[in-house]
């Protein structure tokens, strides 16, 4: 993936550890995000266009029952599509009118590209300004790449919420767009506390309802809840928000700190952001400490997968003791990065991209306490007497918040007391 740079004013820190890779690669593909934004937009529907391995993937991460459409389903390419015998976009028509005469209360439908239809080429842009003309407003259809053959399972939601840019309208009133889904009960808490620092129009992106979209231009300040929306960040800057320079909510020193330079954006008086938030943080640290007893000293290795590897392993260091051995990620957007490398230690050895040979024979000779790793790799690592931590899990947890940092580092020292608790000798 290129990244552009931003005119954001970040100092970029230079990084002479980072190792470059490239080969075999064993991370999820984009579909897997469709399994939080469905939650996140009830009146919205995921089509994805692709081959039966597409469905039974989504519908295995979805843990849902086949027969039960829920809001997502894949229109499934056949021998026929694949092999040019049959026109794809009238079948692709003919899926979206079933649809949609079922199911009349879709206000959104997302038409999710995926390997087999890159490869036969479908063009599901025009196949969306198509639909959009015959639906006439009654339904809006976007579309995006959830392919896996560059990408990584995170890039998913960048990609959808970066379709849903171009509808925004303009408006250059003041206001805080937080951009990615956190949980509901997360982001209800966010907005009260802003609120409470006095910054009144707080909105979000993804919105809960996907036709209810924020407005953006020069008075929006983007406040990115999660690191791996590179792409959004920079379409929303070129419509004019400013981005507010920060380390991620995840640990109480993140939380507290996004919440702080989001108040500082607005011209908030920083004493009365630590009047409101100095409670939330102590709580935090005296929940946080039992956990830190237990991770402290502990080494821990990120293979590249989710994207949230560096601010882990920021909160994993900083507050919770752990010694980095290496921290992977599929791709590393300096710019958006650069105030959580600018917190790591200095010799932290950081990998980009993949090549899961060599980092497997790392991890090896590493040996770490700890492995944070793709599913696929956990097994086998597992088998080998290296205790692993599915990445994937974080993405699914509400891990955001100072209240939620003792649960985030929980999630750590389980797989520790599991294996102590299995180990014989
Ligand atoms: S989009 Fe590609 S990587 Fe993802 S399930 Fe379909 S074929 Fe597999």
């Known amino acids: 993936m290129t990244v552009s740079p931003v005119q954001s004013g970040i100092n970029v820190p230079s990084l002479p550890n980072v190792r470059k890779e490239n080969g075999q690669r064993e991370v999820f593909c984009g579909l897997t995000s469709i399994v939080w934004l469905h ?64 199911r009349p209360e879709i206000r959104t439908l997302f038409l999710v590209g995926s390997c087999p239809s890159e490869v036969i080429k479908l063009d599901l842009g025009k196949a969306a300004e198509r639909l959009n003309t015959r639906y006439n407003g009654s339904v809006r259809v976007l579309n995006y790449s959830g392919s896996g053959i560059e990408t990584t399972f995170t890039e998913g939601e960048d990609q959808a919420l970066h379709s849903m840019v171009p509808l925004l309208p303009s ?53 990115l809840a999660q690191p791996f929306l590179s792409v959004t960040a920079r379409a929303l800057i070129s419509k004019g928000a400013k981005l507010i320079n920060s380390i991620y909510p995840l640990g109480v020193e993140g939380s507290a700190q996004w919440m702080m330079e989001a108040a500082k954006a607005f011209g908030v008086n920083t004493h009365q952001v630590e009047q409101v938030i ?43 003791g752990m010694n980095l051995v290496e921290v992977g990620v599929p791709y590393l957007d300096r710019q958006i990065m650069a105030p959580e490398l600018a917190l790591l230690p200095e010799n ?16 090896r000779s590493s040996f770490p306490d700890l492995v944070v790793c793709g599913m696929g790799l956990a097994n086998p690592l597992e088998a080998e007497g290296i205790t692993t931590k599915w990445s994937i899990e974080l993405v699914f947890s509400p891990i955001h918040g100072c209240d939620q940092a003792a649960d985030l580092a929980e999630l750590f020292t389980r797989p520790l007391s599991r294996r102590s608790l299995l180990r014989w000798e």
């Open 39 to 102: 939650r996140r937009m009830p009146d919205a529907f995921f089509l994805v266009v692709g081959s039966r391995t597409c469905a039974h993937l989504i519908q295995s991460a979805a843990g849902v029952m086949i027969f039960a459409e829920p809001r997502f389903g894949t229109a499934i390419l056949g021998e026929r599509d694949l092999a040019g015998i049959a026109d794809a976009n009238e079948e692709l028509d003919r899926v979206v009118s079933d649809l949609l005469s079922r």
């Open 171 to 223: 408006s250059d009133e003041d206001q805080l767009l937080i951009v990615g889904t956190l949980a509901d009960g997360v982001e209800e808490r966010f907005k009260k506390l802003f609120h409470g620092f006095g910054i009144s129009n707080v909105r979000s992106l993804p919105p809960r309802i996907s036709t209810d979209l924020p407005p953006i231009g020069k008075g929006t300040r983007i406040l």
């Open 278 to 320: 100095s409670p939330l943080v102590n709580r935090g640290r005296i929940a946080l400490a039992p956990f830190r007893q237990e991770l402290q000293g502990k080494r821990i290795f990120f293979l590249p997968d989710s994207q949230l590897e560096i601010p882990l392993a920021r909160f994993l260091c900083r507050e919770c």
């Open 348 to 363: 932290t050895v950081i990998s980009e991209g993949q090549h899961v040979e060599y980092q497997l024979e790392r991890v």
